[in-house]
């Protein structure tokens, strides 16, 4: 898939990676050189970045990730033992060879998941280290190990990586809170460490996504309540008290989340009478899958598109567009439906729908710098969305993997027999797709059937859709190689 990234934002990228990497080099060497030479080479990085393709600059990034995290292991390692100039000299002749060999990463959005999975990675070490005494070497392997293995896995591999690291940083950021009301945190941390692990790896992954999203408020309010408390001495009260309040946000979330979402997208509930015939093929459909029907939603927009949402198949609405409506034949409309209730079959809808839930600030800011025409607000927005949507995109990506579509559509085709069909409604809402943007809040991009939102950079960080042509090309060889 073509990346898009603007000529300003591969600037930024360039001039970040060089400017850390020669502050690093040079602080062990002449301490009051580091930051005039950092400011020379950002701007260097800025303007090589505007200049160079998007290739380059992916390469520039995947090297520089691997080679600050690299100088900064040697740093700590070198201010501990003595001669940290060689160490951090070392680090980065060594880092700068082996980028040669690492494979080439496509998009920036993937370079920029494997920096978010390194870091995640370093930070489990780093909290299951202060437990036991040994946060540095702890952080250091870790690190080591989730940047290589972040860029030689697949995609996917590096998203159940990053979903086992974040799981194991909730979990151990509630034994730190138990520590503090019993004591022990070198038995806490540790056990929960290991229950986490042991969860990622027996548990369905859609068990694990969801207890990591649930993990989320309690651990956020809980520091939160530590920061507050901690001035006035009252930090083991706060944080329990904030923890509780964590979970009740969390029973708020989980009751709320799919009304909420219909709501930021225009979606309005219909009855049977309004849509008869989507309603009677949804019906078949749900009769065949063994599920109760759900309900239809109707969304206005030119946009031809749909998504389901909803906590339990019980509980799950489909939404259309009048787009989509107009554009789709009867057989193709079925093939998209048979899509969706896979989803609510699979029971995977709850994860996507907390997820979205949870990214709607930084979805909602991302949306409005889309459409936002005050250049003066722009750059003050960037900014802010710069800092905290990586940490949204990767929830995003750890709650809906890709593999989560091709399944879908795998299972839609044997559940029609017509996986031409889909194949057809799905070239078609990418052409519509193209046409005209639905206007909604980009993180509910996973939800739908294709991305809603376009085609640019800032909406392809919040879609978890792998490209719409792969999944045509797989539904087509599976459909001739069944005979339909």
């Known amino acids: 898939m073509e990346d898009r990234t603007p000529a ?76 940290t100039g060689p160490w951090v000299a070392g680090a980065l002749a060594l880092s700068l060879f082996l980028s040669l060999y690492l494979p080439s990463l496509r998009t920036v959005q993937r370079a920029l998941l494997a920096a978010l999975v390194t870091v995640a990675v370093g930070c489990a070490g780093a909290f299951l280290g202060l437990a036991i005494g040994a946060a540095l070497t702890l952080a250091l392997v870790f690190l080591a190990a989730g940047c290589f293995l972040s860029v030689l896995s697949s995609e996917e591999g590096a ?57 989320v408020p309690p651990n956020v309010f809980a520091a939160f309540g530590y920061i507050i408390g901690r001035p006035i001495g009252l930090s083991l009260q706060l944080v329990l008290l904030f923890i509780l309040l964590g979970g009740g946000f969390d029973l708020l979330l989980y009751y709320v989340s799919d009304t909420r979402i219909l709501r930021s997208c225009g979606a309005r509930v219909v009855e049977e009478a309004q849509l008869p015939r989507p309603y009677a093929i949804l019906k078949a459909l749900a009769t065949r899958a063994r599920l109760p029907p759900p309900r239809l939603a109707i969304i206005e927009s030119d946009a031809p598109n749909l998504f389901s949402v909803g906590r339990s198949p019980g509980r799950a609405v489909v939404a259309l567009t009048t787009g989509l409506l107009d554009t789709v034949s009867d057989e193709e409309l079925e093939a998209l439906l048979a899509h969706e209730l896979v989803h609510i079959r699979d029971r995977d809808l709850i994860t996507a729908t907390l997820a979205a839930a949870l990214a709607a600030p930084a979805g909602g800011a991302a949306g409005h710098l889309m459409r936002s025409s005050d250049r003066e607000l722009y750059p003050l927005m960037l900014t802010a969305l710069v800092l905290v949507a990586p940490l949204f995109v990767l929830l995003l ?49 996973p939800l739908f059937a294709i991305n809603p939102f376009g085609r640019g950079w800032l909406s392809a960080l919040f879609t978890s859709h792998p490209p719409t042509e792969e999944r045509v090309e797989a539904l087509r060889r599976s459909s001739a190689g069944a005979g339909g």
Not at 407 to 433: I, P, S, V
């Open 8 to 83: 300003i934002l591969r600037g930024l990228a360039g001039g970040v990676v060089l400017a850390s990497i020669t502050a690093l080099v040079a602080h062990p060497f002449s301490p009051p050189a580091a930051a005039p030479s950092a400011g020379a080479l950002f701007l260097v990085g800025l303007v090589l970045g505007m200049a160079l393709g998007n290739g380059p600059t992916v390469w520039l990034m995947t090297a520089g990730v691997l080679s600050v995290l690299s100088m900064g292991a040697a740093y700590s390692i070198g201010a501990r033992i003595g001669s």
């Open 159 to 215: 998203i159940a990586l990053a979903l086992h690291s974040i799981l194991a940083i909730l979990s151990m950021g509630l034994g730190y809170a138990a520590a503090l009301l019993a004591g022990g945190v070198s038995l806490w941390v540790p056990l929960l460490f290991l229950l986490s692990t042991l969860t990622s790896v027996l548990a369905p992954p859609s068990a694990a996504r969801l207890l990591m999203l649930l993990l």
């Open 397 to 445: 990506h750890l709650s809906t993997p890709r593999g989560r579509e091709r399944r879908a559509d795998e299972a839609a085709a044997q559940m029609t027999n017509n996986g031409r069909a889909l194949a057809q409604a799905l070239e078609k809402l990418e052409a519509g797709a193209g046409r005209a943007v639905l206007s909604a809040n980009p993180a509910t991009a």
